[in-house]
């Protein structure tokens, strides 16, 4: 008999969501009330905004991540990221012509179908797309009213329909979840079998809290069923929020790893793999193009093919016959082609240094480029026999930044030269970023130039003077580098930040950077 009344309870649950689905679409919040913990609610009244947070921001909020933070309904575009990034490209077209059979099958059988196949076969040791690649997408899901109510309370449990390990690094860091309840992964020997826990229960672990969740999601009844008050709001009111500002998370988002560019819609996802084949020839060209032809003819075949460069310039002394030393030109670094591009604004040929770089980029490169070799007097002796041959360009943050922020500077630069050039390089790509952290060097260029329009912005500075140098101005070797990165992060309007190489690979791929 008490199962008979619980399961006529849950029905008379259920019809009143569908009745107040239909009524309250304009209406933002709504409050339900519970007795005993028991999914029968006594009395609902509509609530605003400011009254939700002055009531229970002292309690213990258990909230539905898909239905109460984020703004998308659609999971897709994470198993994707899951699928591409981690699986390959083959692995994300069989999702991609699944996503009609996960449309049919509906929410649980469709997640499993998505959870199949983009974790079956992955060794779990060297999955890192929950903590390298998903947070950035997830941050650029955010509504930022909900993220204002999450935050209003002591103590948050976030509940997820999506597998722990793809969402627990960007509850914790960058939200400050203090509970992740999300279901577990089946492995076998270490490799993932795509098939998850079904002994998750998170109704056992949320009894007498708080409930936010979102009304069209249908799982509030395990949810919240222990719940004993929760706030439900419309998906049309979800849709109008405005995503969080970059600087309201609590931790910056400065690295984030993935070669996907762009958030993998299954529209976004089909318009990708059409672009591809022209994208591969279009990669093809553009190295011809790189390695055949003078600066002063591919320069407007590049840009004809869609590589647009633009160049601000100042009064920059250049280095000619009678001078004996080149120019060094200092480079926030955004791709592996940014001495490439620079090289075609100034319309002569530069030597640049590397590190990190595949063999095959170091071939297929138009301009001279020398290896380092992370050993100071080693590369110091390097770079000052380069410079003694001609114009240098250096990028002293020894590794790439995607987003707007600038790492800290190597100053070995400052003391090998006082003629210093600043140059400020912001790029933008829509399909593909053309470097990574653990994925394969030798496929950065390849990736970069499918990109259909990549666009350089390059900003030459005023060469440093010299009373701010560290030979004839006095200056030492740090407050040069930092003057200089100061320099460029004005001109881009970027932050700088004390993070060097080492950090941004022991985040992003779990090493030290040195290859």
């Known amino acids: ?193 795509g098939l998850m826990e079904e002994n998750m229960d998170p109704a056992t672990m949320c009894i007498n809290n708080i409930g936010l969740g979102c009304l069209r999601n249908s799982h509030y009844q395990k949810i919240f069923s222990r719940c004993k008050e929760i706030y439900l ?66 320069g407007p075949l590049l840009a004809f093919s869609g590589m647009i460069n633009t160049v601000s310039n100042s009064n920059v002394e250049s280095s000619g016959e009678g001078k004996k030393r080149g120019m060094l030109y200092v480079c926030n670094h955004r791709t592996l082609l940014d001495p490439i591009y620079l090289t075609f604004v100034m319309m002569k040929s530069v030597s640049a240094v590397t590190y990190s770089v595949s063999r095959f980029s170091e071939v297929i490169s138009p301009i001279k480029t020398v290896r380092l070799t992370r050993d100071r007097k080693t590369d110091e002796e390097t770079m000052k026999k380069m410079l003694s041959k001609g114009d240098l360009v250096v990028c002293p943050e020894g590794t790439t930044c995607r987003e707007p922020y600038l790492l800290r500077f190597s100053p070995l630069f400052a003391e090998i030269t006082d003629d210093i050039v600043p140059v400020a390089i912001k790029l933008q790509v829509s399909l593909f970023y053309g470097s990574t952290a653990s994925g394969q060097k030798c496929l950065d260029s390849a990736f970069h130039l499918t990109n259909p329009n990549p666009t350089c912005l390059i900003m030459i500075l005023n060469k440093l003077p010299g009373w701010q140098t560290h030979n004839a101005g006095g200056k030492s070797k740090f407050e040069v580098a930092n003057y200089v990165q100061g320099q460029i992060a004005t001109a881009l309007g970027f932050e700088c930040t004390n993070l060097t190489r080492k950090d941004k690979y022991a985040i992003l791929a779990g090493n030290d950077g040195i290859v």
């Not at 059409?274 to 032809?293: A, C, E, K, Y």
């Open 1 to 193: 008999m008490p199962r008979i009344k619980k399961l006529f309870q849950l029905k008379y649950f259920s019809s009143l969501f569908e009745i107040m689905r239909k009524t309250s679409r304009k209406l933002p919040y709504l409050r339900l009330k519970f007795s005993h913990g028991i999914p029968a609610p006594t009395q609902f009244t509509f609530l605003k905004n400011s009254s939700f947070t002055d009531e229970v921001s002292n309690q213990t909020l258990v909230f539905h991540l898909e239905g109460a933070l984020l703004k998308a309904y659609s999971l897709f575009p994470y198993f994707m990221l899951v699928a591409f990034e981690a699986g390959g490209l083959f692995r994300a077209l069989i999702l991609l012509l699944l996503y009609p059979l996960v449309w049919l099958l509906g929410h649980e059988l469709g997640l499993k179908v998505m959870v199949f196949v983009s974790f079956v076969g992955i060794k779990k040791e060297k999955f890192r797309a929950g903590t390298a690649i998903l947070p950035k997408f997830f941050l650029e899901d955010v509504g930022v009213v909900g993220f204002d109510m999450v935050m209003k309370y002591k103590t948050k449990v976030a509940v997820t329909s999506m597998p722990r390990i793809m969402v627990e690094c960007f509850l914790v860091d960058y939200l400050g979840i203090h509970v992740v309840i999300g279901k577990e992964l089946k492995e076998f020997h270490g490799y993932f079998l």
């Open 233 to 298: 709001v419309t998906e049309a009111e979800k849709k109008k929020w405005p995503v969080l500002p970059r600087k309201k998370s609590l931790k910056p988002l400065i690295f984030h790893d993935g070669r996907l560019a762009f958030r993998p819609t299954p529209l976004n996802t089909l318009s990708m793999f059409i672009w591809l084949p022209f994208g591969f020839l279009l990669h093809i060209t553009r190295i011809m193009v790189f390695i055949s032809l003078p600066f002063k003819v591919s």
